[in-house]
């Protein structure tokens, strides 16, 4: 069954260190997506990625993040000076436009930890 | 600001019995409802989607939607062990992008 890869699984980093996390959605998906969740906490959305551009975003994807689809398989979120707050699982999604786009998939997360 | 509410449980149930998780969302225009199951330690999964007013069934769960009330909740009959997770209520506005996620309830279905 076709799923969404996330790379690396674990990420350590240091504050203001720049991090890339690394995503491969299903192949016929076009619509990609990046959500994050605390420890504990509600899984928030980020940003939503459509046609090579950003379809929508949170009030926490701020100047700091940046999403990419550098080729036509890979899906990047970068966070360019990461602080401490910045550690959380971050998940990334795909969806089917044939199939309702608002059905997510998604993969099975970075975890990440700023130290 | 919009919001997906839901009792944080934990909900405990005997194995065989039902369990019914219910959500309230706040935002009028949003059009599509769905439950997701997470583990612990895994990501969303997606079980079921609604967004038709009334009941949907599939094998062992059935989710209810009531758009005037604003209140979406699922039943899951003979409950198992294995459905021990914590469940997702997420809703979508109208031609949006962004799904909104509830906090989840925490069910714990006992042998």
């Known amino acids: 069954e076709p799923e969404v890869t996330q790379t690396p699984s674990h990420q350590v980093t240091q504050m203001g260190q720049e991090v890339i996390l690394r995503c491969v959605p299903i192949s016929n998906h076009l619509y990609f997506y990046w959500y994050r969740q605390i420890l504990g906490q509600k899984v928030e959305f980020l940003v939503s990625?459509?046609?090579?551009?950003?379809?929508?975003k949170s009030e926490i994807f701020d100047d700091q993040f940046s999403v990419e689809r550098p080729d036509g398989s890979n899906f990047t979120l970068k966070i360019r000076s990461t602080k401490l707050e910045d550690s959380a699982m971050y998940f990334c999604?795909?969806?089917?436009?044939?199939?309702?786009?608002?059905?997510?998939?998604f993969g099975s997360g970075t975890q990440l930890s700023v130290l | 600001q919009k919001e997906v509410e839901q009792n944080s449980g934990p909900l405990s149930v005997p194995e065989g019995a039902i369990a019914s998780l219910n959500c309230t969302y706040s935002?009028?225009?949003?059009?599509?409802f769905f439950w997701y199951r997470q583990y612990s330690g895994k990501s969303p999964e997606l079980i079921m989607s609604i967004y038709s007013n009334g009941d949907k069934e599939d094998g062992r769960f059935t989710a209810q939607l009531n758009k005037a009330s604003q209140y979406v909740s699922l039943l899951i009959r003979d409950s198992q062990p294995s459905d021990s997770a914590t469940y997702l209520c997420a809703v979508n506005a109208f031609r949006g992008f962004k799904t909104i996620f509830g906090a989840g309830t925490r069910l714990f279905v006992k042998a």
């Open positions: 935002d009028r225009v949003s059009q599509s």
């Open positions: 990625f459509y046609n090579n551009e950003i379809s929508e």
């Open positions: 999604a795909s969806s089917d436009p044939t199939d309702q786009r608002e059905k997510l998939f």
